[in-house]
DNA sequence: CCTCGATATTTCATGATGTCAAGCAACCGA
DNA sequence: TCGGTTGCTTGACATCATGAAATATCGAGG
């Protein structure tokens, strides 16, 4: 009589589903009004933030972002036109162009990154050890090595 | 030297906020997915969840969904033109049109919410215990009452 | 009752996002 | 060199999102 054929159902199950879910909607509004703040959308920062780690082929910048490259090139448009960002040719491939932040889209990055309080301010009423917890437990739900707990190496 | 002066800049945090915002990037990524496997877009499978619970006035959507009223007009066009809504007359206040799931739409909504796999599988590879651990340090982080820690009453 | 301001929804204009198909340039193996 | 593939852009189109204006209704005060 106990239904238990799917891996997860549980009550506990779902209502750390729910938890997540409530994480990942706070975590978007954020994000959407800090790249507002900054007179960017989602789409924009998302791309500008990814160029400011390094300089992407827009074919890479598309997979990154799991959508069509024909879209990339509209984003980086409107980001090239604001200065934030510049296209340069691919020594190694003339078809390619590499896409990369300018010095101006680098500083856009970082106020952007820094005004993202979210995930911040609620983790600082965390003790460090249950951060490192939170730390351990999403790696392992996310599936990389977990960091070797002792009673399972 | 040490610099401290935010609440939570460490390595730590950081890593902690780089996970969450992997688990958020996955979730979005699963929920749109799953919504296009039933024909439907991000925004309509959110409203559409939503009506399933129970029939909403345009406004609270646009409240729910942080987005501007007009917004909603057009994405309930849509669900109602495939017979997934239908809209409603408030008998308590003749301005309001309440939005509603058609028993076609809960099924879909049902489905949708079926096929949402991500946070299930993962967490199925959690111990029940900790699983407990990550619903309470996520609550803890989105402010709701801890679940009375034996170290704090 | 009537008027006036507030509220709920819609419509319109506009811009950004996203997909898809088609096109061009460049690469690479035969 | 030829031919298929790859990288990027363009065009057409649907959706999403905002903001301003129009319409209908509500509610309070005269």
């Given at each position: 009589m106990t239904p238990p054929p799917r891996p997860a159902d549980d009550a506990l199950t779902l209502e750390v589903v729910d938890l997540i879910a409530t994480v990942v909607a706070r975590y978007h509004e954020e994000y959407e009004e800090a790249a507002t703040r900054h007179s960017l959308t989602g789409a924009q920062a998302r791309v500008l933030a990814l160029l400011a780690r390094e300089p992407l082929p827009m074919r890479r910048i598309a997979l990154k972002l799991k959508c069509e490259p024909s879209n990339i090139t509209g984003i980086v448009d409107r980001l090239e036109a604001r200065d934030l960002v510049e296209r340069r040719p691919d020594p190694d491939d003339r078809r390619v162009k590499l896409a990369a932040a300018t010095e101006e889209g680098r500083l856009t990055a970082d106020r952007l990154r820094e005004s993202l309080r979210f995930a911040r301010e609620p983790l600082a009423g965390l003790s460090e050890e249950e951060r490192a917890a939170l730390r351990d437990l999403l790696k392992r739900m996310l599936g990389e090595?977990?960091?070797?707990?002792r009673t399972a190496g």
């Open positions: 090595e977990p960091p070797a707990p």
